[in-house]
């Protein structure tokens, strides 16, 4: 089974409104970390927001936020008033107790003016 | 350094030959990866380290990858007799400093002709 899931390969999503990028997780360690990243056309990863499986509120950085719904094995990605320059690859991770961070197949975001 | 720094950040090489790929981390990180990233796919786990020795190298695909960190900073992914189906972009990453995230270099881009 895949460790994390991201259904969405493509999203549009209209310059200063809100968007969702969906990822879902499987593990059965009680304690993992969940990562966002962002991959602009340039290449380099940029780590975005992090939320622990211990952590009871939900993880915000700026205009991102992460819905963690940890009985559904979810952890959204929430953009609020949506940019230019937001148009990238997303990558969802996860962290188990091996360390080293597992990732989705990845969501582009595609922000129209 | 500010960031982590990779070399070469392109590499064309010819079948059947070796490469070697630089990481310099952050300085002070403790732990180091080495990812493998095809075209429209997520980042692929290689290799970690904890200080000079490999936690994890389970991601390794065979004999002819091979990584070291000798002084526990700089570290070389190692590749022999190169196939076509090496060619990616290999992303080097380091964590430390008591922070859940991993920082990413630029990557390489490895092309096998």
């Known amino acids: 089974a895949q460790k994390i899931t991201q259904t969405q390969p493509g999203m549009f999503v209209q310059e200063k409104e809100a968007v969702t990028l969906d990822c879902t997780y499987d593990?059965?360690?009680?304690?993992?970390?969940l990562f966002w990243y962002k991959q602009p056309s340039s290449g380099e990863m940029i780590f975005l927001i992090y939320?622990?499986?211990?952590?009871?509120q939900n993880a915000t950085e700026g205009r991102y936020s992460l819905n963690f719904q940890k009985a559904r094995k979810s952890a959204n990605l929430v953009i609020s008033a949506s940019q230019l320059g937001d148009s990238a690859m997303y990558f969802c991770?996860?962290?188990?107790?091996?360390?080293?961070?597992?990732f989705g197949g990845g969501t582009r975001l595609m922000v129209k003016p | 350094g500010a960031g982590v720094s990779q070399t070469p950040s392109n590499k064309v090489t010819e079948k059947g030959k070796y490469v070697e790929l630089r990481c310099d981390p952050i300085?002070?990180?403790?732990?180091l990866y080495w990812y493998r990233q095809s075209l429209g796919q997520g980042p692929e786990f290689l290799i970690y380290?904890?200080?000079?020795?490999?936690?994890?190298d389970s991601g390794l695909p065979n004999d002819r990858f091979f990584a070291v960190r000798p002084e526990g900073s700089v570290s070389t992914l190692k590749i022999q007799r190169t196939e076509r189906g090496d060619s990616a972009v290999y992303l080097c990453?380091?964590?430390?400093?008591?922070?859940?995230?991993?920082?990413f270099g630029q990557g390489t881009r490895l092309t096998v002709v």
């Open positions: 990453a380091s964590s430390g400093g008591g922070r859940p995230e991993a920082f």
């Open positions: 593990t059965s360690d009680q304690s993992y970390g």
């Open positions: 991770a996860m962290r188990e107790a091996g360390n080293m961070l597992t």
């Open positions: 939320q622990g499986s211990y952590d009871e």
């Open positions: 380290f904890q200080g000079t020795g490999a936690a994890d």
């Open positions: 300085s002070g990180h403790t732990a």
